[in-house]
């Protein structure tokens, strides 16, 4: 099996070095499948249609530097588009968690990983054995759910946030798979990657949480853009939308834990119930 990165044109501060298009193909058939075709660019979906007959396209979420071009090179193959969202699809019905494709000699596993969206998939493909890194256990397709560097904007509320954590523990569960992110380059052992995520999450959780404290304590409101501005003072004004968005996703999740009194009493409970969940919960790679 052979997965090719073509890397689209569109750098920036979200989208790192530009949107990574995924052509996977075996070599003993003809056809390819075309993973996120990136954003509407001619030249590059010459590029991926070169690698191949295009058989199937996937799509990771509904994001447009993933998904603008879908129905062009759609309607330059012929191929069907299926994604979770419905409303992505063409010629195809959506796909649902567990489902497994077989295309173009290629054997994939649907994941749902909801959380940096509501329709985020993860796709694994079981029979990768990448030449450089023989023992590990199969590659991880992760759109934008694990990038490889930095971490997603999680910023559709409290329920969001909750369910993104969940997918970090499900994806814990394939050891030592290869990630190839949807942005940035391939990691090595998708545990420890899922496992630094968390703990990553859960840090930032507490810090919102303190700050949220020293506003009260301070007669200060307790906004996005104050907490924002303190724990995530690093960032450039270029990416202050996305600090404060992710500032008001944990105020809000923080809110809904303890407003639910079988969640626990306090923030720190919340955070304490996901760390301990995390700890206790066992693997392949553990």
Request: hydrophobic content about 40%; overall charge negative; proline content about 5%.
């Amino acid at each position: 099996m052979q997965v090719n990165r073509v890397l689209a044109r569109n750098p920036g501060p979200m989208t790192l070095e530009g949107t990574n298009t995924l052509v996977v193909r075996n070599p003993d058939h003809h056809g390819v499948l075309v993973i996120d075709p990136g954003p509407l660019d001619v030249l590059h979906l010459e590029r991926l249609t070169r690698l191949g007959r295009v058989e199937l396209i996937l799509l990771t979420h509904h994001h447009g530097d993933h998904t603008q071009s879908a129905h062009r090179l759609a309607a330059m193959s012929s191929a069907p588009i299926r994604a979770a969202d419905e409303r992505l699809c063409l010629r195809a019905g959506p796909l649902v968690d567990g489902e497994e494709i077989v295309a173009g000699g290629v054997r994939l596993n649907v994941i749902e990983t909801a959380g940096h969206t509501a329709d985020s998939l993860c796709f694994y493909l079981p029979d990768d054995r990448p030449i450089d890194v023989p023992r590990k256990t199969g590659s991880m397709i992760t759109g934008d759910t694990i990038l490889g560097r930095g971490t997603p904007v999680i910023s559709e509320g409290a329920s969001a946030l909750r369910d993104y954590l969940s997918s970090l523990h499900r994806l814990a569960d394939y050891g030592d798979a290869v990630v190839i992110p949807g942005h940035g380059p391939r990691l090595d052992n998708l545990r420890a990657v899922s496992e630094l995520y968390l703990n990553h999450r859960l840090g930032r959780l507490r810090d919102v949480e303190r700050v949220a404290k020293e506003l009260r304590d301070a007669g200060d409101l307790v906004t996005a853009s104050n907490v924002a501005s303190r724990v995530y003072a690093h960032v450039d004004e270029e990416t202050k939308w996305a600090a404060e968005a992710s500032a008001a996703t944990q105020l809000a999740f923080l809110a809904a834990e303890t407003s639910e009194p079988e969640r626990g009493t306090s923030a720190s409970s919340a955070v304490h119930r996901f760390d301990e969940g995390f700890a206790r919960r066992e693997g392949p790679g553990r």
